[in-house]
C-alpha cells in the first residue's frame, strides 16, 4: 500500500464547483504539503502544515484553502474551481522533526485535475 | 518565483553516457535536494546534499554543490533507458525556520536505447 495517499486519482469539474482533494498518509510525518505541478513552471507550494494545529500559506495559496483534520490527513479545496486551476496537484509529507530543517519529502500519485 | 532553475530543460542521450544536468538558485539553502518524476506522477527522492557538503554519491548519482556559485549538478553514470524521467532540484532556503522546499522547473531526460 502506498505510504502517501491521494484521491481522487483524476477528476474533471466545471468552472464555480467546490472541489476537494484529500490526502492521507501513513507515515507518521508531522508536515504536510500541497503542490501544483503546471507544464514548465516545475512544482509550487500551496500551502504546508507542520502539526494539525498550523497551516501555512505558499507561493499560490489564493483560491485554494485546506484542512488539517488529523496527523495523517490534509485536504485541499478549491471554493470555486476555474479554469487556471487545471493542473497535477500533489500531496507529500516530509521526516523533518520539530525545530530541524526538513529532510527528504515523500510524495502521492498526485491528482489530475481539469476544470473546463 | 522560482527558487531553483534546472539547465538544460531537456537532455537526450544514448544509453551508457553520462547525463549531467545543472540547478541553479536565488537565496542561501540549508540543503539542496534531487527528485526523480516519471511521467508525470509522485516525485522521488535520490540524494540530499547539505550546504556544508561539496560532493555526494549515491551509487551511480554524484552531486556537486558550489554554494559560492549557487548551484548545484547531478551527474547520472552509465545510463539506461530506465533513467529516462524528469529531474528537478528543490532547494530549503535559509534561515531556518521555514522548513519548505522550492523547486526548480526541472531537466526532461530522455535515454535512447
Known amino acids: 500500500d502506498a505510504d502517501v495517499t491521494q484521491t481522487p486519482r483524476n477528476r474533471i469539474t466545471k468552472t464555480g464547483k467546490r472541489i476537494m482533494l484529500e490526502c492521507s498518509q501513513t507515515?507518521?510525518?508531522?508536515?504536510m504539503y500541497w503542490y501544483r505541478q503546471d507544464p514548465g513552471l516545475g512544482l509550487r507550494l500551496i500551502y504546508y502544515?507542520?502539526?494539525?494545529?498550523?497551516?501555512n500559506k505558499g507561493e499560490i495559496s489564493d483560491g485554494y484553502s485546506v484542512s488539517r483534520q488529523a496527523q495523517a490527513k490534509f485536504s485541499l479545496s478549491l471554493e470555486s474551481a476555474i479554469p487556471n486551476q487545471t493542473a497535477l496537484y500533489f500531496c507529500a509529507t516530509s521526516d523533518g522533526a520539530p525545530g530541524q530543517p526538513n529532510e527528504k519529502l515523500f510524495f502521492g500519485s498526485g491528482t489530475q485535475l481539469s476544470v473546463l | 518565483s522560482q527558487q531553483g532553475e534546472e539547465d538544460p530543460q531537456a537532455l537526450s542521450i544514448q544509453e551508457g553516457e553520462n547525463a549531467t544536468m545543472n540547478c541553479s538558485y536565488k537565496t542561501s539553502i540549508n540543503n539542496l535536494q534531487w527528485y526523480r518524476q516519471n511521467s508525470g506522477r509522485g516525485l522521488v527522492h535520490l540524494i540530499l546534499i547539505r550546504s556544508n557538503e561539496r560532493e555526494k554519491h549515491s551509487g551511480r548519482l554524484r552531486v556537486t554543490l558550489d554554494t559560492s556559485k549557487k548551484s548545484s549538478s547531478l551527474l547520472i553514470t552509465a545510463s539506461r533507458a530506465a533513467d529516462t524521467a524528469s529531474y528537478f532540484c528543490a532547494t530549503d532556503p535559509y534561515p531556518p525556520g521555514t522548513y519548505k522546499y522550492i523547486f526548480g522547473t526541472g531537466t526532461r531526460l530522455k535515454v535512447l536505447a
Open positions: 507515515k507518521g510525518h508531522d508536515r
Open positions: 502544515s507542520f502539526d494539525v494545529k498550523d497551516i
